[in-house]
């Protein structure tokens, strides 16, 4: 199994990069699945039900999401109803939507942290354990941990090396150069990094962010609305027959 998991989608020029380069990526790299997160693809924050399907058009199986998935309410049907559009699994109970998607034999669970989140959500070790009592026995299991503590993220991939394929960390929208498959056969990268503006402060358009640092004054912070854009991702390769990875590599890619 090979497959490419890339990281924040932010505003348009993330979208836009991704619409770009996913067909001729599932081509060229011979890809089986393609995983993103989309928690930020609509204008910086959030993400809506024709985005979502601009994606899963353009080549997307999964989509993962995070803090700011339930941003518009407008797709908190969307969630409920589209089988391949996640939000973190470790939401309390009565939120829209699902946090584990199957996809042939790739199963994607989608959690968040706790540390600097700033949001009470429930225990993410905990949900993973039970959610990896659902899943049968015969699937590939990507985790997408949504987080921001580094320390909580690499804890994730010890906790689960040897029982999942992979744990990919989201949310910096910071590549990190720490990929590699632990001792029991997990693939494990911190952070994917991000698909948007190069020139820009995380994807936000630089003149905002800086006001809002100066001044210390509420600011509203847009996505940046220009090129070119940055793709981070993963690239991992999967025994089907042990469900372990093989190996992980970075990913990265400019779009003009």
Not at 32 to 53: L, M, S
Not at 97 to 103: E, I, K, P, S, V
Request: charged fraction near 20%; include cysteine.
């Amino acid at each position: 199994m090979r497959l490419l998991f890339l990281g924040d989608i932010v505003g348009n020029v993330g979208r836009e990069a991704v619409r770009t380069i996913v067909p001729a990526a599932r081509r060229d790299l011979g890809l089986d699945f393609v995983v993103v997160n989309g928690e930020n693809a609509a204008g910086g924050r959030g993400i809506n039900p024709q985005i979502a399907d601009e994606l899963f058009h353009a080549g997307v199986d999964v989509i993962s999401g995070g803090n700011h998935t339930f941003q518009h309410r407008e797709v908190y049907g969307y969630l409920d109803a589209t089988p391949g559009i996640l939000r973190p699994l470790n939401y309390p109970p009565g939120a829209p939507g699902h946090g584990l998607a199957t996809c042939g034999r790739l199963t994607v669970v989608n959690v968040i942290g706790r540390t600097f989140m700033g949001m009470d959500y429930d225990d993410p070790f905990r949900a993973i354990d039970a959610a990896l009592r659902e899943v049968g026995t015969e699937q590939l299991v990507l985790v997408d941990f949504h987080a921001e503590a580094t320390s909580e993220k690499q804890a994730m991939g010890w906790y689960l090396d040897g029982r999942v394929m992979a744990v990919v960390g989201t949310h910096t929208h910071v590549p990190t150069a720490d990929q590699r498959v632990l001792p029991r056969g997990t693939a494990y990268c911190t952070d994917a990094g991000m698909c948007g503006a190069r020139d820009s402060v995380i994807g936000d358009d630089i003149d905002a962010v800086l006001s809002r640092f100066l001044t210390q004054m509420p600011t509203r912070l847009p996505a940046a609305k220009r090129g070119p854009a940055v793709v981070n991702g993963v690239l991992i390769e999967a025994d089907e027959a042990t469900r372990r990875a093989i190996s992980i590599e970075r990913w990265d890619r400019l779009v003009e």
